[in-house]
């Protein structure tokens, strides 16, 4: 593993190491995650769909779509694929017959333990190498970095752009 304190030749980069770094911190994570979603025959984000209807059965979309953070289009396909697959089942809301209710079905409840299991695996490979205290000073530079970006100053970003 190359020393990232090592002196290297410029690149086009510098000007964004940290944000670099996530985006292939991002990029390593999500592909091993598919290479352990593709063993449970799931795609990227259904295991997510999944997780919350394991905890809380009998969503609208519109719910999951907030539980989840994707917008509505992407969750519509997703839960349509989900129900062809035989994971859920979609029905009317007695309510609103535009709204419909997401509920799994006993093959859904059944990925309950591989999901949580897959998320084991993927939780044991990326620490592998990180000591307890690493790990947790990396959550908390993450949150840190997460709240900086979904709080940051819209106004400045919209006349940043005026100019």
Same mark, same amino acid.
């Given at each position: ?35 352990? $979603? ?10 997510? &769909? ?34 062809? %697959? ?18 799994? %079905?006993?093959?859904?409840? !059944?990925?309950?333990?591989?999901? !949580? !299991? ?11 190498? $990180? ?13 840190? &970095? &997460?709240?900086? &970006? ?14």
């Amino acid at each position: 593993m190359p020393d990232p304190s090592a002196p290297t030749s410029a690149t086009p980069f510098d000007d964004g190491k940290v944000s670099y770094a996530i985006f292939e911190l991002a990029r390593a994570h999500r592909g091993f995650a598919s290479t352990l $979603l593709r063993q449970l025959s799931l795609h990227p984000g259904q295991e997510l &769909i999944l997780m919350h209807l394991h905890q809380r059965d009998g969503q609208t979309q519109s719910e999951l779509v907030e539980s989840v953070g994707v917008d509505h289009s992407t969750m519509s396909k997703a839960l349509r694929r989900m129900q062809v %697959t035989g994971l859920l089942t979609r029905e009317p809301a007695a309510h609103d017959r535009r709204v419909s209710i997401n509920r799994l %079905t006993a093959k859904g409840d !059944a990925m309950r333990e591989p999901i !949580a !299991a897959m998320w084991r695996e993927l939780e044991e490979v990326t620490t592998r190498n $990180l000591t307890p205290e690493a790990a947790t000073s990396l959550l908390r530079s993450a949150r840190t &970095i &997460i709240d900086s &970006i979904n709080t940051r100053d819209e106004s400045a970003n919209s006349s940043d752009s005026d100019r």
